[in-house]
T-cell receptor, first 116, second 114 residues
C-alpha cells in the first residue's frame, strides 16, 4: 500500500519569495507517479504538476517545480516568486502501479499562507 | 465544456435518510472516482469506475453504493445516512489512456448528517 506524508500542517511565506512544501512517500512499487494539487478556500482541487518515477528530470510547470529525490522518497513542491493567490491547501498524492487503471492516495495537506 | 459537475452543492440529511449524489463529466473520460474529504485529512477514495457499467471499491466504501449506467455519469448513494458520513464529497474523472493523466475534480458537495 502507498502512503504519503506531509509533515508541515502550515507554512508561511512572504510575497515574491520561494517556498518548499515537503512530501515524502512510501511505496513498494517500482513504477509510480506523484501529483501535487492545490485547493483554494473556494474548495476546488486544481492539478499543478506530475512526476513519474522513471522521469530523469524534475518536473516544472511555470512557477511550480518538483524536487524529486528518489532515493530519499521525497517529492517536494517548490513555488517560486510566491503570490497572494498561492494561499491555499496543497496536497501531494501518489498513484499506484496499476497502469492506466490507477488510484491516488493523498497526504493530509499543507496550508500555505502568503503574506503581503 | 463544463468539466466535472456535481449535484447538489449542499445537503443536510437526518440520520437514516437516503440520498444520491450525481457527478457528470463532459470530457468523455473513461475513469471516474468518488472521494470524501474530512477536516485534517486528505481525500480518501470511496468507489471508482473504469468504464460504463463497472464499479470497484476504494479505501472507504462502507455505507456507500455507486452506479455508472452512462459513461458521463457516476452516482454515489447513501442508503441510510449516518453522522460519520458528514463530509465534503468530490467526484473526479480522467482519461483512460496514458497512466500519467491527472484527475479532474468537481467542485464538491458538502453533506451534513444530523
Amino acid at each position: 500500500a502507498q502512503k504519503i506524508t506531509q509533515t508541515q500542517p502550515g507554512m508561511f511565506v512572504q510575497e515574491k519569495e520561494a517556498v518548499t512544501l515537503d512530501c515524502t512517500y512510501d511505496t513498494s512499487d517500482q513504477s509510480y507517479g506523484l501529483f501535487w494539487y492545490k485547493q483554494p478556500s473556494s474548495g476546488e482541487m486544481i492539478f499543478l504538476i506530475y512526476q513519474g518515477s522513471y522521469d530523469e528530470q524534475n518536473a516544472t510547470e511555470g512557477r511550480y517545480s518538483l524536487n524529486f529525490q528518489k532515493a530519499r522518497k521525497s517529492a517536494n513542491l517548490v513555488i517560486s516568486a510566491s503570490q497572494l493567490g498561492d494561499s491555499a491547501m496543497y496536497f501531494c498524492a501518489i498513484k499506484n502501479s496499476g497502469g492506466s487503471n490507477y488510484k491516488l492516495t493523498f497526504g493530509k495537506g499543507t496550508l500555505l499562507t502568503v503574506n503581503p | 465544456n463544463a468539466g466535472v459537475t456535481q449535484t447538489p452543492k449542499f445537503r443536510v440529511l437526518k440520520t437514516g435518510q437516503s440520498m444520491t449524489l450525481l457527478c457528470a463529466q463532459d470530457m468523455n473520460h473513461e475513469y471516474m472516482y468518488w472521494y470524501r474529504q474530512d477536516p485534517g485529512m486528505g481525500l480518501r477514495l470511496i468507489h471508482y469506475s473504469v468504464g460504463e457499467g463497472t464499479t470497484a471499491k476504494g479505501e472507504v466504501p462502507d455505507g456507500y453504493n455507486v452506479s455508472r449506467l452512462k459513461k458521463q455519469n457516476f452516482l454515489l448513494g447513501l442508503e441510510s445516512a449516518a453522522p460519520s458520513q458528514t463530509s465534503v464529497y468530490f467526484c473526479a474523472s480522467r482519461q483512460g489512456q496514458g497512466s500519467w493523466h491527472e484527475q479532474f475534480f468537481g467542485p464538491g458537495t458538502r453533506l451534513t448528517v444530523l
